[in-house]
């Protein structure tokens, strides 16, 4: 592992040989559930009073993207606002889902079948896969965040991990319904997104319209000046205007709904 970018280019090197792909879609299900479960979004089921402590996650980006989506919101008006998102999670975690469930029950005082009936309805594409359906979402190979999977609960959770080759597959996953999303929205934000040339290439097939009004905004906290001009062309080349796509190397994932709040506003 110290030689390659990460565990997905390790299996992608190696996708001929099915016995290393299987262990290694083994390990990214177990350490991945491992790191739900020492995450702050945890909750943990030894108590049945046990809720998710809100106020250890006040500072992070899905708390101020949660105000921003529900700003000046009813509850009659949630499932209008829910559709005009759409997430696309190249992460293997179930932490968005999971987040807004438990949300919708804190803020709201919605029911859990509510709450869960909500969250349905908000396109969510994990290109890669993940560890595995949340119980309430009522989809087959569930398993609770955070929780350790036995045995054989392991190996069918493994099945839902793609590797990049799979994930990029137009016949076998969602890439043409994502990219109508890249190419219809409005408004596109990338937050913690690495810029990997195989994952723009599965967010964008042809160029977009170059008429369409379409904004762009980036976190890129860690990258280069020449890597962030190097994405910037390659987005334009995707027929955005350059005044349109608004890249930060200086922004982490919170900061950018602060920077721009009246720009992301769904008001």
Same mark, same amino acid.
């Given at each position: 592992?110290p030689?390659v970018?990460?565990?997905d ?5 190696h996708?001929?040989?099915? %016995?290393?792909e =299987?262990c #290694?879609?083994?390990?990214? /299900?177990?350490k *991945?559930l491992?790191?739900?479960? !020492?995450?702050?979004?945890f909750i ?6 046990n ?8 500072h992070?980006?899905?708390t ?5 989506l529900?700003?000046?919101c009813s %509850?009659?008006? =949630?499932? #209008?606002r829910?559709k005009s /998102?759409?997430? *696309?999670?190249?992460?293997?975690? !179930?932490c968005?889902?999971h987040?807004?469930?438990?949300s919708?029950q804190?803020?709201?005082?919605m029911?859990?079948g ?6 349905k309805?908000i396109?969510?594409y994990?290109p890669?896969?993940?560890v595995?359906? =949340?119980p309430?979402?009522?989809?087959p190979n ?15 959770l493994a099945k839902q991990i793609k590797?990049?080759t799979?994930g ?5 996953s969602?890439?043409l319904s994502?990219?109508s999303?890249t190419?219809?929205?409005s ?10 040339k ?6 964008f ?13 980036a976190?890129?906290?860690g990258l280069s000046k ?10 334009r ?6 005044a349109n ?9 919170s ?8 720009s992301l506003?769904?008001?």
């Open positions: 592992m030689q970018i990460s565990i280019n390790f299996l992608d090197q996708s001929d040989d099915k %016995q290393i =299987l #290694g879609k083994l390990a990214i /299900v177990r *991945i491992e790191a739900e479960s !020492r995450s702050h979004l943990d089921p030894s108590n049945i009073y809720k998710m402590r809100f106020s250890d996650i006040e992070t980006w899905v101020n993207f949660w105000k921003l529900t700003e000046n %509850q009659e008006a =949630l499932e #209008g829910f /998102v759409a997430f *696309i999670i190249f992460n293997y975690d !179930r968005i889902e987040y807004l469930y438990y919708l804190n803020v709201y005082n029911s859990p509510d709450a869960a009936s909500l969250v309805c396109e969510i994990h890669y896969g993940t595995g359906s =949340l309430w979402l009522g989809q569930s398993i609770e965040y955070g929780a350790t999977p036995n045995p054989h609960q392991l190996v069918n590797t990049f799979e990029t597959d137009e016949q076998s969602d890439v994502i990219r999303l190419m219809t929205s408004r596109i934000l990338f937050l913690g997104f690495a810029f990997h195989l994952n723009i290439d599965l967010l097939s042809t160029p977009a319209n170059q008429s369409a009004v379409r904004h762009i905004f976190t890129a906290n020449s890597d962030i001009s190097s994405i910037e062309v390659e987005i080349n995707m027929g955005v205007s350059q796509v608004l890249i930060r190397g200086d922004l982490k994932c900061q950018i709904f602060q920077e721009y709040w009246r506003s769904f008001l």
